[in-house]
């Protein structure tokens, strides 16, 4: 139903700044709530922000809460992140996310429907 394209990833010294992007095709954009997890290697998937569709209420984890900040562009059907004071721990492979039904919570994975391929970020110290 919806395919989601990453971009925006790359290398980066610690304190720089990055902003990642995730175009979604398929359905209707605005129904949609966006997200952006990322996965370490030898960890699991861990939420890092994410954006509803209907009121753009938006909510980030702990980790990078102050430092990285999510918002669309309905009109181009796209979700950024743009991420500063990126530290080495930020480095991972960051996933753009969509669901469609309403959760009160933001952070589990199973509610979301579709997944991108991934994009790697990589902060160096």
């Known amino acids: 139903q919806v395919q989601l394209v990453e971009s925006g990833g790359g290398l980066v010294q610690a304190g720089g700044s990055l902003r990642l992007s995730c175009t979604a095709s398929?359905?209707?954009?605005?129904?949609?709530?966006m997200g952006w997890f990322r996965q370490a290697p030898g960890t699991e998937r861990e939420f890092v922000s994410g954006?509803?569709?209907?009121?753009?209420?938006?909510y980030s984890a702990d980790s990078v809460k102050g430092r990285f900040t999510i918002s669309r562009d309905n009109a181009k059907n796209t979700v950024h992140l743009q991420m500063n004071s990126l530290k080495p721990e930020d480095t991972a492979v960051y996933y753009c996310?969509?669901?469609?039904?309403?959760?009160?919570?933001?952070?589990?994975?199973?509610?979301?429907?579709?997944w991108g391929q991934g994009t790697q970020v990589t902060v160096s110290s």
């Open positions: 996310a969509a669901r469609t039904a309403w959760f009160w919570q933001f952070t589990k994975t199973t509610t979301y429907d579709y």
């Open positions: 954006i509803r569709g209907t009121d753009g209420t938006t």
């Open positions: 398929g359905r209707t954009f605005t129904s949609l709530t």
